[in-house]
DNA sequence: CACCGTTGTGGAAGCGTTCCCACGCGAGTC
DNA sequence: GACTCGCGTGGGAACGCTTCCACAACGGTG
């Protein structure tokens, strides 16, 4: 089975190897007739391209590095940076590339530099920065990065709609009739906290109920102690929507040893639909947070050199016992 | 800042690119002293081989490939293969190579053969395969291929002692006064669930308490299946031996809703001391499964082209409420 | 002393892309 | 009608490496 060349591809569609290779790669003018004959023969002969020649050729390579920005190191392990990876892996699978994982670590900015100096890098996709880091991202480096989570402008962003999603969770708290919402949200250097309070703000807002927000970082500890926390500053809370299952989790467990049933006293939402969330209590209610859909589309925009400002996903709520 | 090429490296070594690439790897014959001086001349520049280039030039690339064997895709969102996709990713990448991720689909076989031909890839690794895919792995590719579970000598194994783990989890069971002990055992293809069995049987036939194994697939609704079903088949059971944390938290859930205290009535185990193990109702006993540092390991033996017959992980017991 | 294999070496031809440059061509401008 | 302009196109030189081949120098063999 020999392999499929460009050049094969242009003898089929009787242009040039320089056409094909535009029409391949979207770039520069062609056209439409040109075009077409080019996507029928790659499409006929099965043509996929070779990504060490590619990288040899443009100067830069081909794998894909995740690349955690945390400030710990912890979040490697990190079941949510696993599906980012491992959905990754999959997408790079179809273009023969590879993915690689990587910590950031203390100084961001210089190892963001070595990742844009290293000529086996493709693209990187970024977890679970902090806004600096976003800041730290090179120029040179900038057209081959892309957020997974939000982000400014510079970089591309692919991210779910948690405005929505947690939107949507607290309309429908409220439209089982609860008055005293608080929010639990992640810490402050999380990008996504800030957002998830702003959803919820306006909700509350519109509704005429209090606004009442608690911070926490994402662990189901912590989600336990803000949940103890709300219930000391605000005793007549009667639901609790969290930014994550993990702190959602953590929160019911804190509720059910202290004897506040769930949901009969406090509805409780969270954030992400993980897997352990249809097992936690009465069953946790959240709103869906696609990582494999959008790690796996940011993996091959990234590929394909396709720039895109940004792309939202939807979240969906997933009513199940706790609210 | 210009990348340093193998000519610069030859240049200032004062040989030919010929004899750098030898020395660089390590094949063909070459006097001790260009040696010397092409390995003083690459650590003075800081040379690092385009990895695009070798491929390109060479015709085989180095990716690894984390294969999954089971006759479900679904597995391929599994958080097991996920943990074990982003450990290799990160033992990858200091070796500046990439992981990708496939399912070997229906036909393994031809899978197989197709990654043997395939000129990217450098390693294989294998998770969640049945003995039928183990004997398909073709002899070409069985020098680049690790088992991520139990093999037999053909293909190297690198393995939590599950044998190990099951026995100590059963011999904790016994130690607490229970003396009607199910096992709750995987579905028969998965090689695991033999080895889980035999464990089991031998530590309760030293004991002289009776042998009763009841499988299940690895879904927490088995696992609630299977423990109505041991709860029907020998109503005196006080002990629930689960092959995985996903089938006992299932387990406790059936007997959660069936009014069935644990770990009062019934202790139950589980194994692989998953992340959701600790939230559970009164937090899962079970033992160890150090995934990430199995993946590792097989990793870095793959791209070292190092060869072990096998290599077995321990695993210890974790001590919770349920048993 | 012609012949041989062995050992170390350099030259050069690719590998499959990208990208720069030059070319032809028709539509506008003076 | 000679001129620029822009578009679509093709040619060809890289890109950094591996690998094949040729060759020189050498000691040992008939």
Chains 1, 2 share one sequence.
Not at 116 to 123: L, Q, S, T
Not at 139 to 165: E, H, K, N, Q, T
Not at 174 to 198: C, K, N
């Amino acid at each position: 089975m020999p392999t499929v060349t460009l050049d094969d591809v242009a003898a089929a569609a009787r242009v040039s190897r320089s056409t094909a290779s535009r029409v391949v790669r979207g770039t520069g003018p062609v056209s439409a007739e040109a075009r077409r004959a080019v996507l029928a023969a790659v499409e006929h002969l099965g043509y996929v391209p070779h990504p060490g020649a590619r990288a040899l050729a443009s100067g830069h390579g081909e794998r894909v590095v995740v690349a955690v920005g945390s400030p710990s190191a912890d979040l490697l392990a990190d079941p949510y940076v696993a599906r980012v990876v491992s959905a990754a892996s999959r997408a790079a699978d179809t273009q023969g590339v590879g993915v690689a994982l990587r910590w950031l670590g203390l100084d961001p900015r210089d190892e963001l530099r070595r990742l844009a100096r290293d000529p086996g890098v493709g693209g990187v996709l970024l977890v679970d920065y902090t806004a600096d880091v976003l800041a730290s991202v090179p120029r040179d480096l900038v057209a081959r990065v892309a957020a997974i989570g939000p982000a400014d402008g510079r970089v591309p962003s692919y991210d779910v709609d948690a405005a929505a999603g947690i939107a949507a969770l607290v309309e429908h708290v409220l439209a089982t009739g609860r008055r005293d919402v608080v929010m639990v949200t992640g810490p402050g250097w999380l990008p996504g906290s800030r957002r998830a309070v702003d959803a919820y703000e306006a909700v509350t807002r519109a509704a005429g109920v209090p606004r009442r927000v608690v911070s926490a970082d994402l662990t189901t500890g912590a989600g336990a102690d803000a949940a103890r926390e709300a219930r000391r500053r605000w005793p007549g809370v009667d639901a609790l929507v969290a930014m994550s299952d993990t702190l959602a989790v953590g929160a019911m467990r804190a509720l059910a040893e202290d004897g506040v049933r769930v949901p009969d006293d406090v509805a409780v939402t969270g954030f992400d639909d993980q897997p352990f969330a249809e097992q936690a209590g009465p069953g946790l209610t959240t709103a869906t947070h696609p990582v494999e859909r959008i790690a796996a589309a940011a993996t091959t925009a990234l590929l394909g050199r396709r720039r895109e400002e940004r792309r939202t996903f939807p979240s969906v709520v997933v009513r199940r016992g706790s609210a």
